[in-house]
């Protein structure tokens, strides 16, 4: 049978813990238990696992310290953290993210809902070490078979974008699409194909730290609030985070950390300027906001490629790079370029 994945569930209340367990093993992972942080670390540091479930209110160490420990630790660093805690405050649920984890479930929790959570960070985990030993045999045997790992390569990069569409069904096809203006843009620029082939990656994952949103804010109908719209904003620099240990040919996570920034410095996370922001963030930043504009959103009916383009034309050279929102509006006005399905 398939190794599913090894899990570490957290909780001071045995009955709590004993149903985590329970749900866990049905679904055929390998589970080990803790009933405190002291004995959650100890069993991770004797054994990582993939992935953890921890909750926060313990007495002694609560969630919050094993996760900083756990972060600290270089044999643990990188396992995922899912807090599973009756927790509701968003500014705990920022703490918690703060800390390095990546996703939240409340208690009382939906047996579904947590499943298809735990799925997909496993998923996410296994996608984002398989990248990383891709890139490794590509830099190896690139001399020979440049074009199968090419092909392999672009192959896990959108499955690793396809497992956060999974949490946003409301914006499933947004990467793909976004990419395929970017690349559009990118060679009415006259780019060369290396480096339009490094704009295609980064738009198809310029998105990837949504994985660490909570999927109510992602798909909440009406407007955000001021803490809701502070973690969406996270997402450039936990996309970032996320990719930052891959060495790709092509500066994938820095696109993906600055797709957000602005030619007047009005941007984040890091209110990057004009020739401070790499061109091909530039692009991918202009084709991200045509087609978010020109599609559906839970909170509102799609605008349309024409309010799109008087958006770019509107903030072309003090919000968007002047040659890049120029080079957009041709594919439109003059090039008919229309998004595929």
Same mark, same amino acid.
């Given at each position: 049978?398939?190794?599913?994945?090894?899990?570490?569930?957290?909780?001071?209340?045995?009955?709590?813990?004993?149903?985590?367990?329970?749900?866990?093993?049905?679904?055929?992972?390998?589970?080990?238990?803790?009933?405190?942080?002291?004995?959650?670390?100890?069993?991770?540091?004797?054994?990582?696992?993939?992935?953890?479930?921890?909750?926060?209110?313990?007495?002694?160490?609560?969630?919050?310290?094993?996760?900083?420990?756990?972060?600290?630790?270089?044999?643990?660093?990188?396992?995922?953290?899912?807090?599973?805690?009756?927790?509701?405050?968003?500014?705990?649920?920022?703490?918690?993210?703060?800390?390095?984890?990546?996703?939240?479930?409340?208690?009382?929790?939906?047996?579904?809902?947590?499943?298809?959570?735990?799925? $997909?960070?496993?998923?996410?985990?296994?996608?984002?070490?398989?990248?990383?030993?891709?890139?490794?045999?590509?830099?190896?045997?690139?001399?020979?078979?440049?074009?199968?790992?090419?092909?392999?390569?672009?192959?896990?990069?959108?499955?690793?974008?396809?497992?956060?569409?999974?949490?946003?069904?409301?914006?499933?096809?947004?990467?793909?699409?976004?990419?395929?203006?970017?690349?559009?843009?990118?060679?009415?620029?006259?780019?060369?194909?290396?480096?339009?082939?490094?704009?295609?990656?980064?738009?198809?994952?310029?998105?990837?730290?949504?994985?660490?949103?909570?999927?109510?804010?992602?798909?909440?109908?009406?407007?955000?609030?001021? $803490?809701?719209?502070?973690?969406?904003?996270?997402?450039?620099?936990?996309?970032?985070?996320?990719?930052?240990?891959?060495?790709?040919?092509?500066?994938?996570?820095?696109?993906?950390?600055?797709?957000?920034?602005?030619?007047?410095?009005?941007?984040?996370?890091?209110?990057?300027?004009?020739?401070?922001?790499?061109?091909?963030?530039?692009?991918?930043?202009?084709?991200?906001?045509?087609?978010?504009?020109?599609?559906?959103?839970?909170?509102?009916?799609?605008?349309?490629?024409?309010?799109?383009?008087?958006?770019?034309?509107?903030?072309?050279?003090?919000?968007?790079?002047?040659?890049?929102?120029?080079?957009?509006?041709?594919?439109?006005?003059?090039?008919?370029?229309?998004?595929?399905?």
């Amino acid at each position: 049978m398939m190794d599913k994945g090894k899990i570490l569930a957290v909780d001071d209340t045995p009955a709590s813990l004993r149903l985590l367990t329970e749900i866990l093993k049905e679904e055929g992972y390998e589970v080990r238990s803790a009933i405190s942080g002291e004995l959650a670390l100890r069993a991770a540091a004797h054994n990582p696992p993939d992935l953890v479930l921890l909750d926060i209110r313990m007495p002694g160490m609560d969630g919050y310290e094993v996760c900083r420990r756990l972060k600290a630790d270089l044999a643990t660093r990188d396992v995922p953290v899912i807090f599973v805690s009756a927790v509701t405050e968003t500014d705990e649920k920022v703490q918690g993210f703060g800390l390095g984890a990546v996703d939240f479930v409340s208690k009382p929790y939906q047996h579904e809902e947590l499943m298809a959570r735990v799925r $997909t960070h496993l998923e996410l985990n296994r996608l984002r070490h398989h990248l990383e030993d891709l890139v490794m045999e590509r830099t190896a045997e690139l001399r020979e078979s440049r074009n199968k790992l090419k092909t392999s390569l672009l192959d896990s990069i959108t499955a690793l974008a396809a497992t956060v569409e999974l949490r946003d069904p409301y914006t499933a096809g947004h990467q793909r699409r976004v990419a395929q203006l970017a690349i559009a843009i990118a060679r009415e620029l006259q780019l060369p194909e290396e480096q339009v082939e490094g704009v295609h990656l980064a738009g198809v994952v310029h998105d990837v730290g949504k994985i660490r949103v909570p999927a109510e804010i992602l798909s909440k109908p009406g407007r955000l609030n001021e $803490t809701e719209f502070a973690i969406i904003k996270e997402h450039s620099q936990d996309g970032y985070e996320i990719l930052k240990s891959i060495d790709f040919p092509w500066p994938i996570s820095k696109i993906v950390q600055q797709h957000h920034e602005r030619q007047d410095g009005s941007g984040y996370p890091l209110a990057l300027k004009g020739e401070q922001i790499l061109l091909e963030a530039r692009i991918v930043a202009v084709a991200d906001v045509v087609e978010a504009m020109a599609s559906h959103r839970p909170y509102r009916a799609a605008l349309g490629v024409d309010a799109a383009l008087r958006e770019i034309e509107r903030g072309r050279g003090t919000v968007y790079d002047p040659a890049v929102a120029e080079a957009c509006v041709r594919l439109f006005t003059e090039q008919r370029f229309a998004f595929l399905a």
